[in-house]
């Protein structure tokens, strides 16, 4: 079992859609969870980042983080073409810095 | 501020040899680490530099080795090459404190195809 779990996808969901992405863990050490945005050939690009338990928004995006559930998610309202990526989780048991176990990734294609 | 920039940005090789990737960090951070991402997949951790030192290690084998320079920037050094090897190559940089807030910011990776 791999110590992170993401649905590959592909997800296809319509302009102005909410969009749900998940990560379920499997190690309780985990605290610090991050979620990136990759374009194609590029690099990741931080989104959010979280410490411990709880909810964080940004613009349109909401993270939250239940460790009793071993579950991580990212909200995207009004999805907009320009959203089109892969998303990934990642996580770390002794900080933001430190090593960084990923998901596999969750592919959105947003259509106009 | 430049961020993370990583070169070459594209690389092909055979089977056998050996290449060395380059990294330098975003403006502040002291840490340097290194990832594998397959096509299709989550990157990997390769290891992490600190101090001029390895700190981390990701379960790869002794081919792959680095180094850290005194002014943070970082290689990444591939020996014997292999098809496996094909694979974009990410440096991510931060910094080591007590901050909750410290964590990585990628480079644009190096694509290496093993031909």
């Known amino acids: 079992q791999k110590e992170v779990e993401q649905d590959p996808g592909p997800l296809s969901v319509p302009e102005g859609a909410i969009v749900s992405l998940n990560c379920t863990y499997s190690n309780s050490a985990f605290q610090y969870f991050m979620w990136y945005r990759q374009y194609s050939r590029k690099g990741p690009e931080l989104l959010m980042y979280?410490?411990?338990?709880g909810n964080k928004e940004d613009g349109r995006f909401t993270a939250q983080v239940d460790k009793s559930s071993k579950y991580i998610s990212l909200f995207i309202r009004d999805s907009q073409p320009s959203d089109s990526a892969t998303y990934l989780c990642?996580?770390?048991?002794?900080?933001?810095?430190?090593?960084?176990?990923f998901g596999a990734g969750t592919r959105l294609a947003v259509h106009p | 501020d430049a961020g993370v920039t990583q070169s070459p940005t594209h690389l092909i090789k055979t089977r056998g040899q050996q290449v060395t990737l380059r990294c330098s960090p975003k403006s502040g951070h002291d840490t340097v680490s290194w990832y594998q991402q397959a096509l299709g997949q989550g990157p990997q951790f390769i290891f992490q530099?600190?101090?001029?030192?390895?700190?981390q290690r990701g379960n790869f084998p002794d081919r792959f080795s680095g180094h850290q320079f005194p002014n943070y920037s970082s290689e990444l050094n591939v020996n014997a090459l292999l098809l496996g090897d094909s694979a974009l190559y990410l440096c991510?940089?931060?910094?080591?404190?007590?901050?909750?807030?410290?964590?990585?910011?990628f480079g644009p990776g190096t694509r290496l195809t093993v031909l």
């Open positions: 530099y600190y101090e001029e030192e390895e700190r």
């Open positions: 990642a996580m770390s048991a002794w900080g933001g810095y430190n090593k960084l176990i």
């Open positions: 979280t410490y411990s338990s």
């Open positions: 991510a940089s931060s910094r080591t404190g007590t901050s909750v807030s410290d964590t990585q910011y």
